[in-house]
């Protein structure tokens, strides 16, 4: 039982580049969330979906998008990579109704 | 805007101490988390607790809702139980979007 994964798990950005961050969770859970950790601060909620095909803001959302186009899968995009942006993403998910929180192993991502 | 006050924000302790560690919140919560980020990074959900009182082994929680806070206890300490400690809180408007306190780093030292 996989829960929760994340990919890539570590990556290095030039300013300006673009990715994509990858979450699969294997427990048919409808909420799913894209958090960053800053050193020393909590986690901060980027965006977040509760359903397939459905997305929506949270705390800093700018420079980041997203998209839920399978219930299993939420995809988190840079578009311009800018050094702020360096920090550590993990993504979440959560059965609808409960709220208990699941979380991937993180990814690390370095922009340069 | 909505805030969640973790204290204390550092704890050392000797293996076979007790602890707690508190979370204040400023508003009602209807969903309320703690999560263990062990030295690896990695993020366990302790508990679920949006009031009430849960155990699981040397750990213990309890929320009081109506006061606005709750408390995570550790008992007989081990070197395994340290990292950083994260209470969440689910607010009316924004069920299942948790905001996250600063944490409590724990080093437990044998």
């Known amino acids: 039982n996989a829960g929760v994964t994340q990919t890539p798990k570590f990556r290095v950005l030039k300013t300006g580049q673009s990715m994509t961050l990858l979450c699969a969770q294997d427990?048919?859970?409808?909420?799913m969330y894209w958090y960053r950790q800053d050193p020393g601060m909590g986690l901060r909620l980027i965006h977040y979906?509760?359903?397939?095909?459905?997305?929506a803001k949270g705390e800093v959302p700018d420079g980041y998008n997203v998209s839920r186009l399978k219930k299993q899968n939420f995809l988190l995009g840079l578009e311009s990579a800018a050094p702020s942006q360096t920090s550590v993403y993990f993504c979440?998910?959560?059965?609808?109704?409960?709220?208990?929180?699941?979380f991937g192993e993180g990814s690390r991502l370095t922009v340069l | 805007g909505i805030q969640v006050e973790q204290s204390p924000p550092d704890l050392i302790l000797q293996e076979g101490a007790n602890s707690t560690l508190r979370c204040n919140f400023s508003?009602?919560?209807?969903?309320l988390q703690w999560f263990h980020q062990n030295p690896w990074g990695q993020l366990i959900n302790l508990f679920y607790?949006?009031?009430g009182t849960k155990q699981n082994g040397r750990l213990s929680a309890t929320t009081v809702a109506t006061e606005r806070y709750s408390l995570l206890y550790i008992s007989s300490s081990q070197t395994t139980d340290s990292g950083v400690y994260f209470c969440a809180g689910g607010f009316s408007g924004g069920y299942n979007k948790l905001i996250f306190g600063a944490g409590t780093r724990l080093a437990v030292h044998p």
């Open positions: 427990m048919n859970h409808e909420y």
């Open positions: 508003d009602s919560v209807n969903n």
């Open positions: 979440a998910s959560s059965f609808m109704g409960t709220g208990e929180l699941f």
């Open positions: 607790i949006p009031s």
């Open positions: 979906s509760v359903g397939e095909g459905t997305t």
